[in-house]
């Protein structure tokens, strides 16, 4: 006798994933609202989005042919920590790069459940681990397994537990029965999208809302290359990777529960901006190798320094940034240029300077 849907969600939690449930490994009708959102230009540069990995995402048996179920899993990361931390003197980093890279951390444990599937399935099977990289519509997906609903933030949302979720999945060509989504619960709500600097939180052709990544402080501080828009620039405040804003005022987090997983313990979710733009190739390889930030690269790093300490209105920045400014990147020196002239109209007067460290 083979294995069932419900064993299969027992050994999912076993395995340390907090959510778990099962979808049919097929094509999912929202492929047609992601070809209408590349389409729309709201990948941005994300070219892995809009070239022939993107069209890969219209049926998962592109990935395992033989494939008939999706086992969806979510991995809770969220710390308990603060959220966005207001003082400009430190550069911010998303919650979810407090830790350990959640990759190797999801797949590993996904491997784990696949050992526990052969221990109980009775005849062989094809499998295969998908995480965040692998060109799937993982949220659509999670939510046809009832993991949760796709806010107007497009982070998929837990009713009990919230939306600080990594997913991950596990094609299996074993096949079992679907479970089913879950209701819409955004209602009217629309903290997020008041909330967002950038105003990233858009209506689509469809009368919803869907995310313009090339607006959105995630995608500026980590996707994209080169030179940030300087329209922009002065709208992504101290955040030097990522952006949990849409997150931290959402309702449904409000009582989210917290991980005991130690990888995703907070090592560094705010840090000096002055001591992360002195850091060295080398010391940006020492202290972010192991962790998602390593994602943006150096010279992006620098850049995303660069700009927060523009932002910082703290004119003893400037030091830091006059050596920025003759940093052998192009992109890093220009963007040290624009911070420094941002920064000398807008940096309190130097009899008006105050130590802030004291009060964090």
């Known amino acids: ?162 939306s600080w979720f990594f997913l991950g999945e596990l094609l299996l060509s074993i096949p079992l029965a679907p479970d089913a989504p879950p209701p819409d619960r955004c209602g009217t709500c629309r903290r997020c999208i008041d909330a967002c600097p950038t105003a990233a939180i858009v209506t689509n052709e469809r009368g919803g809302w869907t995310l313009d990544a090339r607006l959105c402080i995630s995608y500026l501080t980590i996707e994209k290359r080169g030179d940030v828009p300087p329209e922009l620039t002065r709208m992504m405040s101290n955040h030097v990777f990522g952006c949990d804003i849409c997150q931290d005022v959402c309702p449904w987090n409000g009582h989210a529960p917290v991980t005991s997983d130690e990888n995703f313990a907070a090592q560094a979710p705010s840090v000096w901006l002055e001591e992360l733009a002195g850091l060295t190739a080398d010391g940006f390889r020492e202290v972010f190798r192991r962790s998602p930030v390593w994602r943006t690269k150096y010279e992006g790093f620098l850049r995303n320094v660069a700009t927060a300490m523009g932002n910082s209105s703290d004119a003893g920045m400037m030091g830091a940034l006059e050596k920025l400014a003759q940093h052998p990147s192009e992109v890093v020196a220009r963007a040290a240029s624009r911070a420094m002239e941002l920064l000398a109209k807008s940096a309190w007067p130097a009899n008006c300077q105050v130590d802030r460290r004291d009060a964090i």
């Open 1 to 162: 006798m083979g294995i069932t849907a419900e064993q299969i969600k027992t050994l999912a939690q076993d395995c340390g994933f907090e959510l778990a449930g099962i979808a049919a490994a097929g094509p999912h009708e929202d492929f047609a609202r992601f070809e209408e959102w590349r389409a729309a230009g709201n990948a941005g540069e994300m070219k892995y989005l809009t070239d022939g990995r993107g069209d890969l995402r219209a049926d998962p048996r592109n990935l395992l042919p033989e494939a008939k179920t999706m086992v969806c899993v979510g991995k809770l990361y969220n710390t308990g920590e603060p959220g966005t931390n207001p003082n400009p003197e430190r550069g911010w980093i998303s919650r979810y790069a407090w830790g350990r890279d959640y990759h190797e951390i999801v797949r590993t444990a996904l491997e784990g459940l696949v050992r526990r599937i052969e221990q109980v399935h009775a005849e062989p099977f094809e499998w295969r681990i998908c995480v965040d990289t692998a060109p799937l519509l993982e949220r659509s997906y999670a939510r046809s397994a009832g993991l949760g609903w796709i806010g107007k933030n497009s982070c998929l949302i837990n009713q009990q537990r919230g």
